[in-house]
């Protein structure tokens, strides 16, 4: 039995993952903890996320949990979600304040008056359903069909510096990545606790996945 640790650093919905995870009926161990030593000691972390980046570092960092994250996403598998997911860049448009450097790239704001091919605004913040077009394989998209629908919540996207890190994209505004993997680590923009099926489909691989990956 695997210990999951959910971070817990008091800038996101926890518990809607939890619950997902919990759903899904692993026999694994699931915890939500903002404990450096929890972290230290997981076999594997999910990441997730809501709010601003520069409130996410500063809390991350009050928490003491910069290094126990760096430290585990080093070698045990990583899931980021929704902010999740830009934290592990090096810099964020929002703020300038810099991420965890754990993947090359920085994370931009979406485009204000851009029109759609009806002539309307796009909304920011991109919310509700959207497509993922998976461009590589991945354990995390085993079962999951190309163009499978899944929620978003975002004003800002990550542009990768390393484009074979991009294993998802998904159109609006631009195409932007919504899925991003490096070895153990893997990380979605969408929210998978709150996309149905598809989504716990993904938590649920994620939870059977070894941390291996050679894309």
Known sequence: MAL?????????????VEKALTHIGTSDEIKVSG???????ADKIVFPGQGAMPDCMKELESRGLIEPIRLVAAKKPLLGICIGLQLLFERSAEGGVDGLGLMSGEVRKFPPNKLDNRGAKFKVPHMGWNTVDICQAHPVFEGIENEECFYFVHSYFVEPVQSEVVIGKTDYINNFTSAV???????????????????????????????RWSG
């Open 4 to 16: 999951v640790v959910v971070v817990d650093y008091g800038m996101g919905n926890l518990r809607s």
């Open 35 to 41: 404990n450096p030593a929890d972290i230290s000691i």
């Open 181 to 211: 993997a490096h070895k153990n680590i893997v990380a979605v923009q969408f929210h998978p606790e709150k996309s149905q099926q598809a989504g716990l489909r993904i938590l649920a691989n994620f939870l059977n996945w070894d941390g």
